[in-house]
């Protein structure tokens, strides 16, 4: 199994979240290779530009494929490359308020003073140690709402 870390736009997160429920991901032509090593039980974590913020957990349950039609909200390309998933963690707007990223803990981010280069990627393969991280952060978050 592999973990990965795929960055979003607010924007085409909630596209992702709100509209397909989470069962769906499109990503650019450029990641191809990536998405191609991508297998079903792979995780996926998701980290929202703009906001700083890591929102959701799903684990690929089917076979890449490619689509053109229209979904998510870019400039110059459609995510024509699309992959089935199933969410497995799912943060709301309000608990997205809740979260504190643990940076500081990561292993994949070796400068931790320039956060942002790490997240230019949209697509990169990080340790199973960091994704249990970045787990358990989420957890904490729903379920503190949880019990609330």
Same mark, same amino acid.
């Given at each position: 199994m592999k973990y990965?870390? *795929? *960055?979003?736009?607010?924007?085409?997160f909630r596209i992702t979240r709100d509209t397909l429920n989470f069962k769906l991901l499109g990503l650019s032509n450029r990641y191809r290779e990536k998405v191609y090593r991508m297998n079903i039980g792979d995780k996926i974590i998701f980290y929202i530009s703009k906001i700083k @913020?890591?929102?959701a957990i799903a684990c690929v349950n089917g076979t890449s494929y490619r689509? $053109?039609?229209e979904i998510w909200l870019a400039e +110059?390309? $459609?995510?024509?490359l699309r992959i089935p998933v199933e969410n497995e963690? !799912?943060?709301?707007?309000?608990?997205?308020?809740?979260?504190?990223?643990?940076?500081?803990?990561?292993?994949? /981010? @070796?400068? @931790?003073?320039?956060? @942002?280069?790490?997240?230019? *990627?949209? *697509?990169?393969? /990080?340790?199973e140690k960091d994704f249990n /991280? !970045?787990? =358990?952060?989420?957890? +904490?978050? $729903?379920?503190?709402?949880?019990? =609330?």
């Open positions: 990965w870390l *795929v *960055v979003s736009t607010p924007e085409n @913020k890591f929102g689509d $053109k039609n +110059k390309e $459609k995510f024509p963690l !799912l943060l709301t707007d309000a608990e997205l308020e809740l979260l504190e990223s643990p940076f500081e803990s990561l292993e994949f /981010i @070796k400068h @931790k003073d320039s956060l @942002k280069n790490y997240f230019r *990627v949209s *697509v990169r393969e /990080i340790g /991280i !970045l787990r =358990q952060a989420l957890l +904490k978050v $729903k379920n503190r709402s949880d019990t =609330q």
